[in-house]
């Protein structure tokens, strides 16, 4: 289980800093957010320290999304977002994986989505899909 001394969230893990905690397995910790967007926003984060998704290996994955799922069902939230950003221009301000479940209770409460839908263009979505398709 990779660690690192500076990281927040890995001194929440190992009670250094503390945090409501509301679930906690020998692979993941979910506790309150101390600045929620909403009532009933939390955190759930792999214990093992990566700075983002695409380096944090496959197995310290698979417990996470069923424990978003016990939050969400905990808060009683009818309506919720899932986010998980990476990297300073989509909002990451935590260098430790972390997926937010936030209740939307209302228009104005949870999170505020910005969806700058392009124009569809066939031509140019075959082409990347070609394109990605390549790599998987
Ligand atoms: P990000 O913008 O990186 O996706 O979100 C980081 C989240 O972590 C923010 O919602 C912020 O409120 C939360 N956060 C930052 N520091 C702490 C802390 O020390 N304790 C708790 N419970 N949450 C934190
Ligand atoms: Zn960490």
Sequence with gaps: MSTNA??????????EIPSLKLFESSSVFAFLDIQPLSRGHALV?????????TTLPDEHLSEILPVVKKLAIASGAENFNVLQN???IAHQQVDHVHFHMIPKP????GLGVGWPAGATDMEKLK?????????L
Excluded at 106 to 109: F, R, S
């Design 127 to 135: 082409e990347l899909h070609q394109e990605m398709q390549a790599k």
């Design 86 to 88: 990476n990297g300073r």
């Design 6 to 15: 500076a990281c927040i969230f890995c001194k929440i893990v190992k009670g």
């Design 45 to 53: 984060i792999p214990k093992h320290h990566a700075p983002t998704l």
């Design 106 to 109: 209302n228009e104005k409460e």
